[in-house]
T-cell receptor, first 109, second 114 residues
């Protein structure tokens, strides 16, 4: 099955700085790579996703890049704000997702 | 639309007791999933269903059973609860058609087994 590794496990950034989270996957057949944000006690919410036929996707302050050859993908958050503090999960596959262990992001005011 | 709902929100069980968690979705989605989330870990897939009357094992199926008798409902059963099943359980659903692969999550059920 698919194995997804996510780094770092915790990330602390100054407000206004950028945050980058990286994930690797093992199954070359995986073709869908979503990123979820989860606030304490809440359900995961999709923030951005990318298909394997696209190398980069951007939505305002959030961007995701995918390198299929190296089997890794990354989440970039620019101009971080306090409300970006949460746990972020990457995932991979198609109809059956495998999740990374999560990154706790703290934005310092 | 309510989206994906889960019942109950919280439950405390004693070891050996049984219970059923109910997931319901009103989006006419074909695919439904049950995950568990433990501290410091991502979501792990327990069982899933690609359509009414079908179920399949995920990554961590032991100790759980599921049923999908109606398209809108996906039930997760614990026949004999163990402390290792203390976790937060999330249900999710997704459409098989269209261009979106997004999985929509329910609010979760926090289960404690003592």
């Amino acid at each position: 099955g698919e194995n997804v590794e996510q780094h770092p496990s915790t990330l602390s950034v100054q407000e206004g700085d950028s945050a980058v989270i990286k994930c690797t996957y093992s199954d070359s057949a995986s073709n869908y790579f979503p990123w979820y944000k989860q606030e304490l006690g809440k359900r995961p919410q999709l923030i951005i996703d990318i298909r394997s036929n696209v190398g980069e996707k951007k939505d305002q302050r959030i961007a995701v890049t995918l390198n299929k050859t190296a089997k890794h993908f990354s989440l970039h958050i620019t101009e971080t704000q306090p409300e970006d503090s949460a746990v972020y999960f990457c995932a991979a596959s198609d109809y059956k997702l495998s999740f990374g262990a999560g990154t706790t992001v703290t934005v310092r005011a | 639309n309510a989206g994906v709902t889960q019942t109950p929100k919280f439950r405390v069980l004693k070891t050996g007791q049984s219970m059923t968690l109910l997931c319901a979705q009103d989006m006419n989605h074909e695919y439904m999933y049950w995950y568990r989330q433990d501290p410091g870990m991502g979501l792990r897939l327990i069982h899933y269903s690609v359509g009414e009357g079908t179920t399949a094992k995920g990554e961590v199926p032991d100790g759980y059973n599921v049923s999908r008798l109606k398209k809108q409902n996906f039930l997760l059963g614990l026949e004999s609860a163990a402390p290792s099943q203390t976790s937060v359980y999330f249900c999710a659903s997704r459409s098989r058609q269209g261009s979106s692969y997004e999985q929509y999550f329910g609010p979760g059920t926090r289960l404690t087994v003592t």
